[in-house]
């Protein structure tokens, strides 16, 4: 006697066999690199601006959802944990270099988002060897995390032809994935790269790396992560005015608004850091607490570890 399994939301859907599309060469699940993620993450924003742009305006794609089996996914990352993160920067560094060229030829480059948003995910229909991705534009260009509940337009790409359609659907159907808390990341949209920023390539863009994780149930799974560029950065909480240069905003009530500032003091070429917080601990040691007009500072090491009011934990990274 054969169990009846109940087909799920995305098999009734009529969608899974239009979603997925294996690629032409048979790949070994063990040959999986980084190379082809990051390849594949490029085509698919190659064929986003096809998709969409239209007359002399490039529109394209901030954030990208791809998918792979949980057999490739698991072993991806047992093999090469955290490569997720340079993959992202790489792809985004191609990505800023194609609109460059559109620019070059007098197109018009539009941004739909002030950031790029990746998800890697993986669903239990898929087989091995199925990848695939769905590209969103992040209307509204509005730094809050939360997506509108609307129906999605979606990319598809069949198996049977290879050839991308696109279609609404509802936004349902995405709570059949899996998502990681490892596998989100946002950087922030940077203008002047693609106005072919002609500062001197030896010179880092960006100083360090901020990510935190939040604790509020509506963002579970999801990793907020700020590029430092500038050599004061304030950290400040949902208070705080969304949009604002050089600020990182965190939204979450458990930061205070503002609650620290990271200094970046080029001379001796380290970080410092300065509270306003009801309770900052750097590395297990509480921070001083003093006032926003008149900062005590204490050096901030690489690789530290910063907790706001016991709560919300950040991480400052080298790029």
Not at 114 to 126: E, G, T
Request: glycine content about 6%.
């Amino acid at each position: 006697m054969h169990t009846l399994t109940k087909p799920t939301f995305w098999q009734r859907s009529g969608v899974h066999n239009w979603f997925l599309k294996k690629e032409v060469v048979d790949i070994d699940v063990a040959a999986i690199t980084p190379d082809q993620v990051y390849k594949y993450i490029i085509q698919k924003f190659r064929d986003s601006v096809a998709e969409l742009s239209f007359a002399d305006r490039i529109i394209f794609y901030h954030e990208y959802i791809i998918c792979f089996s949980p057999p490739d996914y698991n072993k991806f990352m047992d093999n090469n944990r955290g490569i997720f993160s340079l993959i992202i920067k790489e792809s985004v560094k191609a990505f800023y270099d194609i609109l460059q060229e559109h620019r070059q030829k007098g197109k018009k480059v539009t941004a739909s988002a002030n950031k790029w948003v990746f998800r890697f995910v993986s669903h239990p229909d898929y087989e091995k060897g199925d990848k695939s991705y769905i590209g969103k534009l992040l209307p509204g260009n509005n730094n809050n995390m939360q997506q509108k509940e609307e129906n999605l337009r979606v990319t598809f790409i069949p198996r049977q032809t290879g050839i991308a359609q696109t279609f609404d659907i509802a936004d349902e159907i995405l709570k059949d994935f899996t998502f990681y808390s490892d596998g989100y990341y946002e950087i922030p949209w940077n203008e002047g790269l693609v106005l072919g920023d002609t500062t001197d390539s030896k010179i880092p863009k960006y100083l360090a790396r901020l990510e935190t994780t939040l604790p509020e149930k509506q963002y579970a799974g999801k990793k907020l992560e700020w590029l430092i560029k500038n050599e004061d950065t304030l950290i400040s909480g949902i208070d705080e005015k969304p949009g604002q240069a050089g600020v990182f905003r965190i939204p979450s009530e458990w930061v205070s608004t503002p609650h620290l500032s990271i200094r970046y003091d080029k001379t001796a070429d380290k970080f410092l850091l300065a509270s306003f917080g009801e309770k900052t601990i750097v590395n297990e040691n509480e921070v001083q607490h003093s006032d926003q007009h008149a900062p005590v500072w204490t050096e901030l090491p690489m690789n530290s570890r910063i907790v706001l009011n016991g709560i919300v934990s950040i991480n400052l990274f080298k790029i």
